[in-house]
């Protein structure tokens, strides 16, 4: 049972315009999300992240959505460029144990076009 | 230097092998992670070290045995495996073992490993 979903396993898109990854989550005690880029052969790195208590985080190109209410978090790249042609996980994560672990999802191979 | 690097990249072995994954990083962080992940899968956590000791274990089976011999290495033993086994091993380090939510985890490459 995935507690964190990416539905699109693949988004196509022209080099300059906006590029939109979407992800959903099943627990409410996540309260921390982010994303992840990878590239071939290399692994994942850390791209950008929100906290539960915003609902907008920005950086430079690349802006997190939160939508606590439907458990919805989007990635937005603008503009988009060639090199940002990766796979990128949605990650969440909530305090169990003691630790901060986060829960991945499968990821979305974005390409984008020159 | 930001890097987490593991060897090798690439591993085939046979069901009666032992082999070893290994993986270093030089930031000073106290915790290490192991991940396995499938194709089309997410990454799954498999064990967590804490200042070099074993905080989590996901119900890893035996045959994969971790081990911390000292704060910037970290290895993976395998025994006896199965070609279900066969998956990308990914390690990965932060500064706090995930004591707040910021504590970014830093991946090396991984293994790729193939279990005949």
């Known amino acids: 049972d995935q507690q964190v979903k990416q539905n699109s396993p693949s988004l196509s898109v022209q080099e300059g315009r906006i590029s939109i990854l979407n992800c959903d989550y099943t627990?409410?005690?996540?309260?921390?999300f982010l994303w992840y880029k990878k590239y071939p052969a290399e692994g994942p790195t850390f791209l950008i992240s929100i906290s539960s208590i915003k609902d907008k985080n920005e950086d430079g190109r690349f802006t997190v959505f939160l939508n606590k209410s439907a458990k919805h978090l989007s990635l937005h790249i603008v503009p988009s460029q060639p090199g940002d042609s990766a796979v990128y996980f949605c990650a969440a994560s909530a305090m169990t144990g003691g630790s901060y672990i986060p829960t991945f999802g499968r990821g979305t191979s974005l390409i984008v076009h020159p | 230097d930001t890097e987490v690097t593991q060897t090798p990249k690439h591993l085939v072995m046979g069901m009666t092998n032992k082999k070893s994954l290994k993986c270093e990083q030089h930031?000073?962080?106290?915790?290490m992670y192991w991940y396995k992940q499938k194709a089309k899968k997410p990454p799954e956590l498999m064990f967590v070290?804490?200042?070099?000791?074993?905080?989590i274990n996901e119900s890893v089976p035996s045959r994969f045995s971790p081990e911390c011999p000292n704060s910037s290495l970290l290895n993976l033993h395998l025994h006896a495996l199965q070609p279900e086994d066969s998956a990308l091993y990914l390690c990965a380090s932060s500064q706090d073992p995930g004591f707040r939510p910021t504590d970014t985890q830093y991946f090396g490459p991984g293994t790729r490993l193939t279990v005949l």
């Open positions: 627990n409410s005690m996540f309260d921390y």
């Open positions: 930031m000073g962080h106290r915790a």
């Open positions: 070290y804490s200042y070099e000791k074993l905080s």
